[in-house]
Nanobody
Framework: QVQLVESGGGLVQAGGSLRLSCAASGRIVGIRAMNWYRQAPGKQRELVATITTGGTTNYADSVKGHFTISGDVAKNTVYLQMNSLKPEDTAVYYC?????????WGQGTQVTVSS
């Protein structure tokens, strides 16, 4: 089992920044990549950013240039730096871990961007 705990969400004005953190514990040895997803009200959950154990990153087109994923998968912690936030970035943000045993999820952290 892998446990994931997100933190860092909150309320911010448009144009502001937030940094989300995700800490993994448990059987972390088998983690291959860690991801940030988000789900806005009435919408499907979407993949926002990915970082692999080798440090390769990928982003959704909608966040390229203003979100940055970083951290060390092998050291259990990844971050999502979110700059120039827009009201459409409002969502519950979830951390997930792609593990050799399957995909694990955190409980999510709310990000609300006011206009």
């Amino acid at each position: 089992q892998v446990q994931l705990v997100e933190s860092g969400g909150g309320l911010v004005q448009a144009g502001g920044s937030l940094r989300l953190s995700c800490a993994a514990s448990g059987r972390i040895v088998g983690i291959r990549a860690m991801n940030w997803y988000r789900q806005a009200p009435g919408k499907q959950r979407e993949l926002v950013a990915t970082i692999t154990t080798g440090g390769t990153t990928n982003y959704a087109d909608s966040v390229k240039g203003h979100f940055t994923i970083s951290g060390d998968v092998a050291k259990n912690t990844v971050y999502l730096q979110m700059n120039s936030l827009k009201p459409e970035d409002t969502a519950v943000y979830y951390c997930s871990a792609l593990h050799s045993w399957g995909n694990y999820w955190g409980q999510g952290t709310q990000v609300t961007v006011s206009s």
